[in-house]
């Protein structure tokens, strides 16, 4: 069975730095999906960014970027210009291609100082 | 707002009773997931139903169980209610069963039960 760690369960930011969440997975896959969900207060999941497993450029979104090191099972996320809109609680997450559930970390809370 | 929506918002009851949980999707999707999100747990997939078919199933209890009608909502049921099965409860959507279909998530339903 696959499985998502995250293994920062809290990561604190300065309005305006970068701060970089990590995630590291375990599959025997080669042809899988990984994503970033954001949850804010409000409880709501937001997908941040997308990475297909075939696709050897990292994604990018807007301040939205991944490191995806496919031999190293690592993906992680870096917020780029943290805005305070950004403190939320961020999910890794895995789906195979074959499959249809998402498989989620235990999720990084990032607080955004002003 | 992610066009998928969940009634209700907040239910509290108690032990040994009986809940649904309602979903619609987002127009034009065919899948929909049920997720459970607690503390103790984290994120976990239920089960998932494709065009009316069950399609895919987690870590659900057999006091739980779920279907799609033709009008592709979805309704949740849970039975026999425990402390344990206080959690928010999510549904998502996307357009097809498997592949690159990206999940859409409502905005939860939280049970509490007393």
């Known amino acids: 069975a696959q499985t998502v760690t995250q293994s920062q369960p809290e990561m604190s930011v300065q309005e305006a730095e970068t701060v970089t969440l990590s995630c590291t997975y375990d599959t025997s896959e080669s042809d899988y999906y990984l994503f970033w969900y954001k949850q804010p207060p409000s409880r709501q999941m937001i997908l941040v960014i997308r990475q297909e497993a075939y696709k050897q450029q990292n994604a990018t979104e807007n301040r939205f970027s991944v490191n995806f090191q496919k031999a190293a099972k690592s993906f992680s996320l870096k917020i780029s210009d943290s805005q305070l809109g950004d403190a939320a609680m961020y999910f890794c997450a895995y789906r195979s291609s074959l499959g249809n559930k998402l498989t989620f970390g235990g999720g990084t809370r990032v607080l955004v100082k002003p | 707002d992610s066009g998928v929506t969940q009634t209700p918002k907040h239910l509290i009851t108690a032990t040994g009773q009986r809940v649904t949980l309602r979903c619609s999707p987002r127009?034009?999707?065919?899948?929909v997931y049920w997720y459970q999100q607690s503390l103790d747990q984290g994120l976990q997939f239920l089960i998932q139903?494709?065009?009316?078919?069950?399609?895919a199933k987690g870590n659900i209890l057999e006091r739980f169980s779920a279907q799609q009608f033709p009008d592709l909502h979805s309704e949740l049921n849970l039975s026999s209610l425990e402390l344990g099965d206080s959690a928010l409860y999510f549904c998502?959507?996307?357009?097809?069963?498997?592949?690159?279909?990206?999940?859409?998530f409502g905005p939860g339903t939280r049970l509490t039960v007393t």
């Open positions: 998502a959507s996307s357009q097809g069963d498997r592949g690159p279909y990206e999940q859409y």
């Open positions: 127009s034009g999707d065919l899948s």
């Open positions: 139903y494709y065009n009316g078919e069950e399609r």
